[in-house]
């Protein structure tokens, strides 16, 4: 292994090591109206607003010294939603800083092709291309956060793993003035991995911002998401059963069912790839609103000023959304004889593959939105309708289509956090997917003061499949995939934090589901099947200092679904956890997962599609882990060695995601995560 051999990684290491800033603790306590108190001084109301709170008698310019002066009050909000969060300091679940799931699994190496273990349908109505085999690695408008902070924040994360992987994390956000708020994102992934032709990179940027008007009247969001993969395929191992005796334990040196012999190296910084997709998509959002409603002005008997304010009770809002997608396979060491013998594919001539389709989306959206309560925003309504233009351009031809569909949605989380209701649809009216609609409503409540939640919800999407299904698209072969998709989902989740226990059932009821059941062979199910899927988490205190976490998803579909999923999955960390030496937080211990046997979905690498296969079938170990993570003030460290259960003799050191794709062996990964408050 080798760590901070680069210059580059150095370097990065040292610029974080000569910033020399203290962040302080800042602790927040969120009240029955939904405002946060800050140990700052300063409430912000239901709205993001700061109310001054200043004592009596105090004066604004011959006073001493705040000692939280140099704090930091920081929160944000997710992209469409109105429920204000915090910055999560846990150290105990490394999943959730290395944004990876336990239930997720990629094709052996991170950065590569990835699927969830748990049934995972697409539940989107109207025009979508196909191609989520990278989507664990983006960044979306759906997961952009709009921050407010006193003082411009930066984080910065650095992880190296074996075989020169590297992650390298960038956050940086400010409010310029207390009404204009951006923020700045960079995510960079290189591992080359442990096998031929398996070297991945991924580039990640996203600048988003916010601003209101003096009069609070006018308001503009915007977003900027640029996401590039790069990432070769190898098709597989030829033979699996010469991993029980590799020379050096270096499964490098096993041939690979796509790209050239001795080819290949694995240095971490090359981004060129001979034989793998490339796939580029960007995004730019533009949300503008005008409100209409009614000032009015409170008198601070503290300060002795009356305070400006404005209801808004009508509110005319415009989207503009502009995205393309650009998709390709490429394969520049074609062997005929590899293709024939392996994937059945007979090509014509030697020559080399290029295989690209683009996508360019224009959507326009306009909404009129309306405020029952003019204290809390976080009840509307909306109605709005919207134009989307469609350009397609692949190997063969361009073609131009368009969408018109109408939405509607009502919200209404109340003031004293009882209930959060949710409800919205939307309906295609013209267009490409003409008669495609999607229907959501979602109640949650709160039971106790204990902070335990019930949460029920109804979901139906009736939807085209998506485009990869179309014949001949990116050699995929004629078929006849042409009915809508209709797909129920019934759900219910109680949570309790004060026991720390989380129930959910996940229902989904599906009628002409397409999907494929070979490397270019696409099909839709005619019979109607369903999933039921139970999980349950739960945190039990075996000592004072000793935890155990355990998650456990039991699944089951009707019998012959053409769907791959294991009955039973599991995930159990046993930490020794406390805080020592007043700054010192400390979680280590093990963490084991296991899934039963079961038959794993097929990877074409020319479609990115996982399919459906029925003849073989996964018995592997149960993955144990061992950890350390500590946290000092505002640096966090995690230290972790993988696949311990590799150590084990005996064949079947490898785990196998797939038939022909097997996981990394022995890994050891460290990461840090440090804050800064400028």
Do not use: C
């Not at 939603?81 to 799931?101: C, E, M, Q, T, V």
């Amino acid at each position: 292994m080798k760590f901070f051999a680069s210059k580059k990684s150095v370097l990065f290491i040292v610029s974080i090591l000569l910033l020399q800033i203290v962040v302080v603790a800042q602790r927040r306590v969120r009240t029955e109206g939904g405002e946060i108190q800050q140990r700052t001084g300063v409430t912000y109301d239901n709205q993001g607003r700061p109310i001054p709170n200043k004592p009596r008698g105090q004066g604004d310019s011959l006073q001493k010294r705040d000692k939280y002066a140099d704090s930091i009050t920081i929160f944000y909000k997710y992209y469409d939603s109105s429920a204000i969060r915090i910055l999560d300091s846990n150290i105990n679940d490394f999943a959730k800083k290395f944004n990876h799931p336990f239930y997720y699994q990629n094709n052996g190496n991170y950065g590569s092709a990835t699927r969830s273990l748990l049934f995972n349908p697409l539940l989107k109505s109207g025009f979508d291309a196909g191609f989520h085999q990278y989507d664990l690695y983006d960044y979306t408008i759906e997961n952009s956060r709009f921050f407010q902070t006193t003082r411009p924040y930066t984080e910065l994360s650095y992880v190296l793993a074996s075989k020169a992987e590297q992650t390298i994390n960038v956050l940086h956000t400010q409010n310029k003035k207390s009404n204009f708020n951006f923020a700045f994102e960079y995510r960079f992934i290189n591992s080359p991995g442990s096998f031929k032709t398996q070297n991945n990179n991924h580039n990640n940027i996203r600048f988003n911002a916010e601003y209101k008007s003096n009069n609070r009247k006018y308001g503009a969001l915007f977003i900027i998401i640029s996401n590039k993969h790069i990432s070769s395929e190898n098709g597989g191992i030829r033979d699996a059963s010469m991993l029980d005796s590799l020379s050096f334990n270096d499964p490098f040196q096993l041939e690979t069912r796509l790209g050239a012999f001795g080819a290949f190296s694995q240095n971490p910084f090359n981004t060129n790839i001979s034989t793998g997709n490339k796939y580029k998509n960007s995004t730019i959002l533009l949300r503008q609103f005008f409100d209409i409603g009614k000032k009015d002005s409170v008198f601070n008997t503290i300060d002795s000023v009356y305070n400006k304010i404005f209801y808004s009770k009508f509110r005319l809002q415009h989207t503009l959304n502009i995205s393309t997608y650009n998709y390709e396979f490429i394969d520049n060491n074609v062997a005929d004889t590899n293709y024939q013998k392996y994937f059945g594919i007979v090509l014509p001539n030697n020559r080399n593959i290029h295989l690209q389709t683009k996508y360019n989306l224009v959507n326009n959206e306009l909404s009129i939105i309306t405020f029952p309560d003019k204290n809390n925003h976080a009840q509307f309504i909306k109605l709005g309708a919207a134009l989307q233009n469609i350009k397609t351009i692949d190997t063969l031809n361009s073609n131009n289509d368009y969408n018109f569909y109408a939405t509607a949605e009502y919200r209404n989380r109340t003031r004293n956090n009882i209930w959060d209701i949710e409800a919205k649809a939307n309906l295609y009216l013209l267009g490409l997917n003409n008669g495609d609609y999607q229907a959501f409503i979602s109640l949650k409540r709160k039971l106790s003061k204990n902070y335990s939640y019930l949460q029920i919800g109804f979901q139906n999407v009736n939807r085209n499949p998506s485009a990869i299904f179309s014949n001949h698209f990116f050699m995929v072969k004629p078929n006849t995939v042409s009915k809508k998709e209709n797909t129920i989902k019934l759900f219910a989740t109680y949570e309790n934090a004060k026991h720390h226990l989380s129930l959910s059932a996940n229902y989904f009821l599906v009628n002409n589901y397409a999907y494929f059941d070979s490397f270019l062979v696409a099909k839709q199910e005619s019979n109607m099947f369903n999933v039921l899927q139970i999980s349950a988490e739960k945190m039990f205190k075996l000592s004072k200092r000793i935890n155990w976490y355990a998650e456990i998803y039991v699944q089951q579909p009707t019998a012959n679904a053409p769907v791959n999923l294991p009955l039973f999955l599991t995930r159990n960390r046993f930490a020794f956890e406390g805080n020592f030496f007043t700054n010192l937080f400390l979680s280590t211990g093990v963490e084991l997962k296991y899934y039963s046997n079961y038959k794993p979905s097929g990877y074409s690498p020319f479609t990115g599609q996982f399919f459906y296969q029925n003849t073989y079938s996964v018995a592997n170990r149960p993955e144990i882990n061992l950890f350390l993570h500590f946290r000092i003030k505002s640096f966090k460290a995690y230290v972790r060695l993988e696949n311990m259960n590799y150590l084990i003799p005996g064949k079947g050191k490898y785990n196998f995601t797939s038939q022909n794709y097997a996981s990394n062996g022995l890994w050891f990964r460290t990461g840090i995560w440090w804050n800064f408050v400028n």
